[in-house]
């Protein structure tokens, strides 16, 4: 197998200059590999470090030491901690979604054009875009009387939906998902799964958080478990 | 016995005195070096209000002499009464003939109008202007006129000949359309009709336009190309008098005025006075005509 | 294959008042004031350095006085720069110091390469011209001097940004301060520049009036891919609009980062106060 990430000694402190320079320690000297294809489960409890630890792959946290290595499609090597914003926007672009608990999306854009905008943003027709996107939102069983108003205004688990498909539809090499299936029925759920398997299937790496045990045992190749910021244990599925 | 008095006092020759002559002689060779450019000159005091013809009195003091023969003119007519004064003026501080036929002059002082008949090499049309800065209507700044000027920076101008066009159909807009001098400066003719803008180009006379109350001399030399601004589709165009003719001469192809009579009926009639007179007299002058795009 | 830099900015820095050779290190963020102690020169912006890539949407944050409006003028040649460089792709491939060119370059480069949308929309419109003529004057600088095509490349960016065609040859002065914005965001791109500056475009605008313009100026960078500069005090507005984020305080940068990174793990104590005032 091919590595797609190396994590190492990764620390991510939290220095609140505005309270009394407070500082809380949120990642401990994690270290752990990511292979192309590969499902791996984060788990842990609430605040144990586990949305810490994918928002520092993402770049939205800064890591406060460490490596981040990202094998680029290309053959490249990107330290994720501390390579330049145009070359971890340009990974975002090409190579690497996230999809948070939370739907975050520009206001009064349709769904439709909401999942449809991450395949025109990487050079698909807008009607293709659209065709593919029909497809995806269709297998989610997202009612289509939904598809053209705005999420905003959506249940959260329509919400969800739309926030899967998403970061989805564009085939990335690395998909970061937290939470992808809570608040959604059996049957949808289990769609999620299926379509996160199919990815894996044609190569996507995915780093998944769940509290939920059926998604994670159906999907995982293998989980790591987070306490107090620290990696305790590795546990193959 | 009342004696008429005026005029008794000695003055200098041409009324100025000969250091601010030589200042507008300088200024006006320098405007002829660089067609189109406004140079600023001293602009001395008259016994006539700026803004009446001060600067065109400037340029005709400061070339004529007393072998030269003047003609004044005011919106095409010898007879009204500020070109009589004028050319009175003139006369008496110059010592120098004064003339009604365009073809006898050699200094021709102008406001609003070219003259029908062609002029020679040995002419010279001084035009009156009010306000010499194209750009002025666009800016206010003379500081900011001044760089656009110098980077041949006229969109604005342009915008206003699109405008024009588009409130009424036609890029027309008010006398004075603008010109490009030599291919280089955006300048206004002086408010003259349209029906003159293309005898300003390559013309065998001098053209020297000075505004008194603006302080501002700008040239047109002999032979120089000057183009209306255009449109590559909406074309510029004169003035068509279609269907009427002049009712004291018969003629139909010159510019002419429209003049409501006593019992309010209109009637046509050239607005050049001498050109009238030579139509209605003999064979016609020589006249440059311009047939406008379709 | 590494990407091309569009805009690359080094140093640039601009005094107010007298130049001292350390003034720099007078003032900023670390001595709360842009204003020397010694001369009382205003530091409006000191060594701000950054490059901008093709596509790319930049966010420049900071209280009012920071710096960040001058910023965006000294780019667009409003104001000239008291020293710095900016080097800019389609100008010799980026090998000269825009500063340096000649004032007519300059005006190329403002006509051709980039557009400027002011907060207030008399500075970017002349009131006195119908909205086409504010385009066509746009145009007519690009040397296109053919009514017709004038007229229909005019219609065609109202009906991008939303504008009535049918108020085409009405003076902006009698519309609303939203479609004011529109009219002045589609002269702005009359061109096509691979750049566009955004100075506090929707500040001063009701909130639905502010989320049509800002739909607008995010479908522009979906359709047209133009990199942008985004100037505001409003993270809302940076939130939506951009990639990246700059922030600025007296003068100074003091964090810069992507912006979800800003917004959500602020390093710089001032940022941290910015964003918690947000939420």
Known sequence: MTKLLEVVDLEKRFELHILNEKAIEALRQVSFNVEEGEIVGLTGKTGSGKSTLMKCIYRTYLASRGQIQYYEESGGILDLTSASEHEVLRIRKKEMTYCSQFLQVIPRVPAIDVVASALTARGRSVDEARRITSEILERLSLPKDLWDAYPATFSGGEQQRVNIARAMIARPRLLLVDEPTASLDMKTKDAVIDMLLDLKRNGTSIILITHDEHTLTRMADRSLHLENGRLKEVVYA | MIENLRFQESFNYAYIDEFTKKEIRRKTLKAVCIPGYQVPYASPEMPISRGWGTGGLHLTLSLVGPDDTVKVIDQGSDASVNACNLRLFIKEMAKCAVTFDTAAATIIQSRHRVPEEILTEKQILVLQVPQPEVLRRVERHEAKTRIMHAEADYAKIWVTLYEAYVRSGTLRNGAGHPILVNGRYVATPSPIPSWDVPNLSMARCLYLFGAGREKRIHAIPPFTRVEPLEFDDIRFKVEEFIGVHCSASGQDKAFMDQIYAEDFSRFWVINDSNFLDKVRQGPRPSQRLFTNPE | ?279
């Not at chain 3, 080094?10 to 003034?23: A, Q």
């Not at chain 3, 901008?52 to 944050?61: A, D, N, R, S």
């Open chain 3, 1 to 279: 294959m590494d990407e091309k830099w569009l805009l690359r900015v080094r140093n640039l820095t601009k005094i107010f008042g007298e130049v001292t050779p350390d003034v720099c290190d007078r003032t900023g963020p670390q001595f709360n004031s842009n204003i020397c102690p010694k001369t009382g020169a205003v530091v409006a912006c000191s060594n701000i350095s950054f490059d901008l890539y093709p596509g790319e949407v930049l966010g420049i944050v900071g209280e009012s006085g920071s710096g960040k409006s001058t910023l965006v003028q000294m780019l667009y040649f409003d104001s000239d720069p008291t020293s710095g460089e900016v080097n800019f792709r389609p100008i010799e491939d980026g090998s000269v110091n825009l500063f340096e060119l000649s004032s007519q370059k300059k005006r190329y480069i403002r006509n051709h390469l980039m557009g400027m949308v002011y907060q207030n929309p008399r500075d970017g419109l002349n009131f006195r011209f119908s909205s086409g003529g504010n385009i066509a004057e746009k145009l007519l600088m690009a040397g296109v001097f053919h009514v017709g095509n004038i007229r229909i490349r005019a219609t065609e960016l109202l009906n991008h940004t939303e504008v009535p065609i049918k108020r085409m040859d009405e003076s902006p002065v009698r519309f609303s301060g939203g479609m004011q914005q529109r009219v002045q965001i589609a002269k702005a791109i009359a061109n096509n520049p691979p750049l566009l500056l955004l100075d506090e475009v929707t500040s001063g605008l009701d909130v639905s009036v502010q989320a049509k313009v800002l739909d607008l100026i995010r479908r522009l960078q979906d359709e047209l891919g133009i990199s942008m500069i985004v100037v505001s005090h409003d993270l809302g507005v940076i939130r939506m609009l951009t990639d990246r984020t700059i922030v600025l305080k007296h003068g100074q940068i003091v964090e810069h980062g992507l912006t979800d990174q800003i917004l959500q793990d602020p390093q710089h104590g001032y940022t941290q106060l910015l964003v918690s005032s947000l939420l």
